[in-house]
């Protein structure tokens, strides 16, 4: 199966930029998708198709995905933002087809 | 809008069966596939299985043979079952929406979870 790696955690002040990476083998040529999750409550999602922002995302949230890296990017970190965040793809070749990332601690100081 | 809602015992003996139900509101459990999605304590989250409304299904081959998930079109809910559960089951337990019309590449909807603990 495909596998996704996350850095385990994260920590970032308020004010300053958060860039969360999710490694996997070709993962440029994969579509990424990136899920918010506090705590408690659903998870939300952040980024789709790379680097689309679903209604009421602020654009504070960006993604991009190259040869070898995806990355979410947090500009103007909030404290609001502390959270889980899970990269995933769907790879039809891949058994099971919907695989996660192992998410990122992020931690605003 | 569409709502999910997880709701099942807390607890699960080992070798027993885990049952969980996840009520849809605001839309139609028939014009979406949707899945199971868990997340272990401590760990990351692992998708379990989808379903749509015709019988259509697939798990994840971690647990295929020990998992089933069905729809209930007249309760508007999707149902999740683990038998011969084992402490390793033990998992915040999340029903998703998959985006669109047919089987969408990513969820854009999802409960709040419902914890289940398998104990002894």
């Known amino acids: 199966s495909y596998v996704l790696t996350q850095p385990p955690s994260l920590s970032v002040a308020p004010g300053k930029t958060a860039r969360l990476t999710c490694g996997g083998d070709n993962i440029g040529r994969q579509t990424i998708y990136w899920y918010q999750h506090k705590a408690g409550q659903a998870p939300v999602l952040v980024i789709y198709?790379?680097?689309e922002r679903p209604s009421g995302i602020p654009e504070r949230f960006s993604g991009s995905n190259s040869v070898n890296t995806a990355t979410l990017t947090i500009s103007r970190v909030e404290a609001g933002d502390e959270a889980d965040y899970y990269c995933q793809v769907w790879d039809r070749t891949s058994d099971p087809q919907w695989v996660f990332g192992g998410g990122t601690k992020l931690t605003v100081l | 809008q569409v709502q999910l809602q997880e709701s099942g015992p807390g607890l699960v003996k080992p070798s027993e069966t885990l049952s969980l139900t996840c009520t849809v509101s605001g839309g139609s459990v028939t014009s979406h596939y949707w899945s199971w999605i868990r997340q272990p304590p401590g760990k990351g989250l692992e998708w379990i299985g989808y379903?749509?409304?015709?019988?259509?299904?697939d798990y994840n081959p971690s647990l295929r043979g020990r998992v089933t998930i069905s729809v209930d079109t007249s309760k508007n809910q999707l149902s999740l079952g683990v038998t011969s559960v084992t402490a390793a089951d033990t998992a915040v337990y999340f029903c998703?929406?998959?985006?669109?019309?047919?089987?969408?590449?990513?969820?854009?909807?999802w409960g709040q979870g419902s914890l289940v603990t398998v104990y002894s």
């Open positions: 379903v749509y409304f015709t019988g259509h299904t």
């Open positions: 998703a929406k998959h985006e669109g019309q047919g089987l969408g590449p990513h969820f854009d909807l």
């Open positions: 198709y790379d680097t």
